[in-house]
Nanobody, 124 residues
Framework: QVQVVESGGGLVQAGGSLRLSCTASGRTFSWYAMAWFRQAPGKEREFVAA???????DYADSVKGRFTISRDNAKNAVYLQMNSLKPEDTAVYFC??????????????????WGQGTQVTVSS
């Protein structure tokens, strides 16, 4: 049973920073891609960033240059460092990982295991 758990959300002023953490247990963490998505009220879940088993990364255009995804296989953890936050970054942030060994994807449907989400609120 794969379990995904996020932490690190909170309230921050525009221009500030937050670091989200995610752990995935129940299998060999280093074999699998990891990704972050977010969902704002009334909007669809959208891709934020992903990191492959080889630490290749991909970012949504809206966060490129401000967010950094990284992983620590020894800790079974993936991180999302968020800098220069904007009010439009306000959302519930989800960590996800696929069932199979695959390249990173921006598609929600490509990921099978999801955390419960962590709220990020950026005030103006």
């Amino acid at each position: 049973q794969v379990q995904v758990v996020e932490s690190g959300g909170g309230l921050v002023q525009a221009g500030g920073s937050l670091r989200l953490s995610c752990t995935a247990s129940g299998r060999t963490f280093s074999w699998y891609a990891m990704a972050w998505f977010r969902q704002a009220p009334g909007k669809e879940r959208e891709f934020v960033a992903a990191i492959s088993r080889n630490s290749n990364t991909d970012y949504a255009d809206s966060v490129k240059g401000r967010f950094t995804i990284s992983r620590d296989n020894a800790k079974n953890a993936v991180y999302l460092q968020m800098n220069s936050l904007k009010p439009e970054d306000t959302a519930v942030y989800f960590c996800a990982t696929p069932r199979t060994i695959m390249d990173i994807s921006r598609r929600v449907e490509a990921y099978d295991y999801w955390g419960q989400g962590t709220q990020v609120t950026v005030s103006s």
